[in-house]
């Protein structure tokens, strides 16, 4: 399971950041934290990106940058 | 509570300094976040005296201020908006080369004190520099408005730093802040930032690696916070190890940092952002008391309706229609104002003086012609910018930037774009000139060079008269849709070079998009209007100087050598008669049209002025009209320009009126209509309209370009690409209509 599968609503605790180099380290800056909880809040009209909400604050990222954040489904 | 100090003039602290060296100068650097409202901060301390420049080399803001308050001289540097001291964005290479190369005196850390624990997270790592700091814990009122309560005095504690509660929208606390800078400054030891404790197994690995730093290289441990060094070197942080060249101990340094990376199964720089961010949860855990109950605030409010998925879009591009209707119909009429003034009074008062010193003709040709309607060509787009830059950075401010980006991402995405590319390219379509500016909105370097390079092809407002001109005279009956192909055309050709430029120049993986979505705020008028001055000063200046040149040098072109009857031997005519040959085949190969197109790069509506010039030689009988008295001239400077005011407030409520298309026909541009008739057949005329869509940029362009991004590559790429895409398109529109027989 991974952020990009979520719906609307739904929260997930991240288990692993699957991304290598400077979008890890990019994800990580921004509070995007192994054992972190993480809710997908909207997904743009558009169908990409999604906003999702993550240590108090809003996150915006792409799906394909999302498919490497592995979660479980709270 | 409003902030007041003396504020020297003099920008060069150095020379100052010698001059008055019984004050000393303390340097503090500012940074946060971004969206913390650091540069609200700063425009409130340091207002209309910032200096505003680029970081030398790259093309990120810089703004230093210094001044004086309570007999202490305090130098400001605003640091580059950052989340984090790690080496992938040149903000933050540009934000960590400042504070560990200069080291200031002091750091003022803008915290935003609603979003406490990401904030802290750069808080951590500025502490890792063991460089003095002031917290200014910003937008308190709206922290307090949350219910949320922050222990300031337990947060100095844990951080060894000095807490100051801020309002910089209301100018909140800045006196204090000031004031615990100064405190710091005069007696460092009051406060050292504390060393905080990251977990044994990688203080242990830190405290191996400083000291073989120590033992191995005395004269770095001297020049780098040690603890700091330490870490980069265990996080193998790229930009440090060129820097250092440490490799004969690189392997130790692995040795040291073997068993943290075996125990967490992790790199270390995740290791280290782990236990960094653990610091700041801990920390927020302590300090903050939060509502147990969470209220659904305005931000996600609004954010239900703008970000919908089905009014996400139209919303958007309502608001985009506004923008762009406020930008170039409030700044038109000041525009307009601005070029009659100095093709009318400007103009006569310096043939006035001209004459008055019996300069000889050429002189005053060259000065109304080439100077004066050069200083005009800069005046027009003073209006426009400084209206751009007021939405961009109110855009900006409020919150909605990174909406716009959210909702467009799909789309821009697909050609290579950024969701921000929107903006600009729209902008596109009012001036280009604008819409390179605007590519400032984007923070990655690539995002922001594709972006210019195919802004230039919306076709931009001065280009309307050439197609106006053309189709009346040959296409009156289809105008509508003539002129739509080529808008149309211009996008097209968009989308198929962004594909094309993905795949070749900016080959390799698109840049990230994690973005923050800050919260609605009202931006402040202080901090917009001063933002919008700089910008437009900076315009005026820098830009300024360049078109001046350039228009003096066409003068030059045009009216060399001295005494030319017929503009065929102009140097402009000489040139036209050696390009023409290569037009041939696109169907306009005369060298009235190629010498035309060669003026038209100062701007594009100038192809039809010097059409006009060439074609429809009515030299010789221009209208004698009386010189209207100076007082006159006076009296009309004022009227014009109450009435130019009047008529930019009606276009803030008009906007929603669609301007029309039709261009007044004087008695030249009738006579143009019927020359252009005789010399062009519509498909050659289709032609030449697509080449004028599409051939390269305008001067303003160029150096709006040079401007953003401090080297003439990018334009040069623009320049290529634009003429052989211009030529090609009008070649195939030319030849295939000649070979399917269409229009010929």
Redesign the interface.
Known sequence: MNLSMLKPGESGKITK?GAIG??????????V??GEDVKVE????????L?VSV????????KK?AEGIAVEVL | MSVEFKVQSSESVAAGFSLRSAKKTVTVAVAGNPNSGKSTLINAIAGTRLHVGNWPGVTVEKKEAVFEYEGTRIRLVDLPGVYSLSPYTQEEIITRDYLVHEMPDAIINVVDATNLERNLYLTVQLLELEIPVVMALNIYDEAEKKGYAIDAKAMEEALGVTVVPTVATRKNGLYELLKAVIKLADHPASRHPKKLNYGEDIESAARIVESLIQDGYPSLAEKYPQRWLAFKLMEKDDHVQNELTITSDALSIEEAVRHLKKAHEEDVESIMADARYAQAAGLTREVLKRPELRKMELTEKIDKIALNRFLGIPLFLAAMWFMFKLTFDVSKPLGDWMNTMTSGPFKRWAEAVVGLIHAPSWMSSLVTDGVIAGVGSVLVFVPVIFAMMFFITFLEGSGYMARAAFVMDRAMHAIGLHGKSFIPMLLGFGCNVPAIYATRTLENQRDKALTALLVPLMSCGARLPVYVIFIGAFFPAHAGTVLWSLYVMGIALAIVMGLIFKKTLFKGEAPMFIMELPPYRMPSMRSLLIHTWEKGKHFLIKAGTYILAVSILVWFLLNLPWGVENKKDSYLGQVGQVAAPVLKPLGFGNWEAASSLMAGVIAKEIVVGTMGEIYVKTTGEEKKTEQPAFTDDLKELGTSFGAALVDSAKNVFSTLKITSLSAEEDEQRAGLKSVIQSTFTPLSAYAFITFVLLYMPCVVVAIAMRQEFGTWKWFGIAFAYQMALAWLVAFVVYQGGTLLGIGG
């Not at chain 1, 400077?22 to 800056?29: A, N, S, W």
């Not at chain 1, 909207?42 to 990106?49: I, S």
């Not at chain 1, 240590?55 to 792409?62: D, F, G, P």
């Open positions: 950041i400077p979008l890890k380290r990019r994800l990580m800056d921004m509070g934290l192994v909207k997904v743009a009209p558009l169908g990409d990106p906003e240590k108090n604050y809003k996150l915006s990222l792409r940058e």
